[in-house]
């Protein structure tokens, strides 16, 4: 089955640095768009980026300027990246990817979590 893979999550000070990566297996099609979640406890899940299958990114306000989403090029365009720099101690969540093919059917990882220090 399709399956989606975070890495990249960990304990950092505010004003540093962080870079997520996100795998996928399981399949042989490419996703349309591809995007990053995040959610906080006592939160619902929101929306931090977005990128799709031509490589157009969309951002959260709160994020701008500060977050990068990106994905691999021909072959590994299933690949999807979020360099996180600038972080704040509000950015502390768990991060998921969520793949979406161009059906509709969209697919999440399990979520890595981010710690932002003040």
């Known amino acids: 089955q399709v399956q989606l893979v975070e890495s990249g999550g960990g304990l950092v000070q505010a004003g540093g640095s962080l870079r997520l990566s996100c795998s996928v297996s399981g399949t042989i099609f490419r996703f349309g768009a591809m995007a990053w979640y995040r959610q906080s406890p006592g939160k619902q899940r929101e929306l931090v980026a977005s990128i799709t299958g031509d490589y157009n990114p969309n951002y959260a306000d709160s994020v701008k300027g500060r977050f990068t989403i990106s994905r691999g090029s021909a072959k590994d365009k299933n690949t999807l990246f979020l360099q996180m720099d600038s972080l704040k101690p509000e950015d502390t969540a768990v991060y998921y990817c969520?793949?979406?093919?161009?059906?509709?059917?969209?697919?999440w990882g399990q979520g890595t979590q981010v710690t932002v220090s003040s």
């Open positions: 969520n793949g979406q093919y161009s059906s509709g059917t969209s697919f």
